[in-house]
């Protein structure tokens, strides 16, 4: 069940992303990583790997899309 949580939160976290990859929105990022960190947390208390690598993986796009952005546009 908790890997099951960890992908929906994962993938709400990533349709914010698409509108946060629009330029000035990118202070979106931070709110997704931390829904995405979120995910992951359940992530990690799950006996699978797959939602918590998948929100993993969210915040490691949204950290890059950050760090281009100079971390706030």
């Known amino acids: 069940m908790a890997n ?12 914010l ?10 202070w979106l990022n931070w709110l997704i990583i931390l829904i995405a960190g979120v995910g992951a947390a359940f992530g990690f208390i799950s006996d699978k790997s797959g939602g918590r690598n998948f929100c993993l993986v969210v915040m490691a796009i949204c ?4 760090w281009l ?3 706030i546009i």
């Not at 099951?4 to 349709?15: D, E, K, N, P």
């Not at 992303?17 to 990118?26: K, Q, R, S, T, Y």
């Open 69 to 71: 952005g100079g971390g």
């Open 17 to 26: 992303a698409f509108i946060g990859f629009i330029p000035l929105l990118g």
């Open 63 to 66: 950290a890059l899309r950050l």
């Open 4 to 15: 099951l949580i960890a992908f929906l939160l994962g993938l709400v976290a990533l349709v």
